[in-house]
């Protein structure tokens, strides 16, 4: 197994590299984003251990770049700041696992070998359903051909809802998919976020994707209001061919 360690300070990167080794594993060590991202361009890794705290480009930033250039080693990421937000940035960034600091060597190690048991990682697939679609991997949208701006957490709610087309999803379930379990007891969140969504995927396109379901939460249309016979597809579907409601296309 071989891991890439992305970590500046050089004590620490030290202990890791040495503790690695001794369990058996083959361990690099880059001190910068820069370097983290050549290497990990040049070598296929079986995981990356990457500090958030790098000097000039953070780690949030490090692991989606390298999702964007296609580089899907499983991420575990360090962080000394173990707060919901910042957690949430390195989940929604692409890292798979966080690990806050001071931690144990012996959890590392642990998270390290469960990410290698996993499936090796692939791009995840572009998500259809009308004429929306969004890219996991570089967290971009679009209604038709007009991309449109969306912060992580819209972006994680639309996502939810683009994997489940058709499905009544209570707020609770939206939570639990979208949000730490700290926001639990304050359920309105959902009602806030769904109407950011609406003001940007639906308004200036005169759309309605998202109904609400009395009683029972939010529901996003199998065309996604799309007014195109097409559903679910990049072009229009032949004669006495089937529309698709909805589909993943790598």
């Not at 692409?94 to 998270?111: C, I, M, N, Q, V």
């Not at 209001?225 to 072009?235: A, F, H, I, N």
Request: aromatic share 8%; net charge neutral; charged share 30%.
């Amino acid at each position: 197994m071989r891991v890439l360690v992305v970590e500046d300070d050089v004590k620490m990167a030290g202990l890791l590299r040495r503790g690695l080794s001794e369990e058996g594993l083959s361990a690099d060590v880059a001190r910068t984003g820069d370097d983290a991202l050549w290497m990990a361009a040049a070598t296929e890794y079986d995981a990356i251990v990457l500090d958030v705290m790098l000097p000039g480009t953070n780690g949030f930033a490090v692991c989606r770049r390298l999702r964007e250039s296609g580089t899907w080693s499983p991420v575990l990421m360090l962080t000394a700041r173990d707060t919901v937000d910042d957690r949430v940035a390195g989940l929604d960034a692409g890292a798979d696992d966080y690990l806050t600091k001071p931690f144990s060597f012996a959890e590392l190690l642990a998270r390290l070998r469960a990410l290698a048991r996993r499936a090796p990682v692939e791009r995840p697939a572009i998500l259809e359903v009308g004429d929306l679609r969004v890219d996991p991997a570089t967290r971009q949208a679009w209604r038709g051909d007009v991309e449109v701006a969306l912060s992580a957490k819209e972006f994680a709610l639309l996502e939810t809802f683009m994997r489940r087309p058709g499905q009544v999803l209570s707020r609770y379930q939206l939570l639990e998919h979208c949000w730490d379990y700290a926001y639990e007891n304050r359920s309105n969140v959902i009602d806030v976020y769904v109407r950011y969504l609406r003001e940007k995927i639906d308004r200036p396109f005169d759309r309605t994707s998202i109904e609400t379901v009395r009683g029972a939460g939010y529901r996003l249309r199998r065309d996604a209001g799309s007014d195109t016979s097409g559903v679910g597809l990049t072009e229009p579907p032949k004669s006495g061919a089937p529309a698709l409601p909805a589909r993943e296309r790598k």
